[in-house]
Nanobody
Framework: QVQLVESGGGLVQPGGSLRLSCAAPGRILMIDVMGWYRQAPGKEREKVATISRTSSTYYADSVKGRFSISRDNAKNTVTLQMNSLRPEDTAVYYC??????????????WGQGTQVTVSS
């Protein structure tokens, strides 16, 4: 089973910054979309930010202007720079990858999740 390797979560004070990184295995060769979802206690998982192979980006309204997503196609990595963090950003953040399989269909892959806690 493919696993995405996540790093960068932790505890930060309001107004602080964190940088999340995710690496997909090298055997996944045709990655289209990479990004991050999050799930806060008592809430459904929501899309935070994604970036396509051609660098088209999506940001949830709640994070626009504060978060920035980028990727390195050669290394199969995606990074989420989170600035001006708020307590409501507290959640488990999951790396997400969509890749085109040899069968011609897109498959989704998920990381195990990394905890981000914004608190004084």
């Amino acid at each position: 089973q493919v696993q995405l390797v996540e790093s960068g979560g932790g505890l930060v004070q309001p107004g602080g910054s964190l940088r999340l990184s995710c690496a997909a295995p090298g055997r996944i060769l045709m990655i289209d979309v990479m990004g991050w979802y999050r799930q806060a206690p008592g809430k459904e998982r929501e899309k935070v930010a994604t970036i396509s192979r051609t660098s088209s980006t999506y940001y949830a309204d709640s994070v626009k202007g504060r978060f920035s997503i980028s990727r390195d196609n050669a290394k199969n990595t995606v990074t989420l720079q989170m600035n001006s963090l708020r307590p409501e950003d507290t959640a488990v953040y999951y790396c997400y990858v969509e890749a085109l399989s040899p069968g011609g269909i897109y498959r989704a892959y998920w990381g195990q999740g990394t905890q981000v806690t914004v608190s004084s």
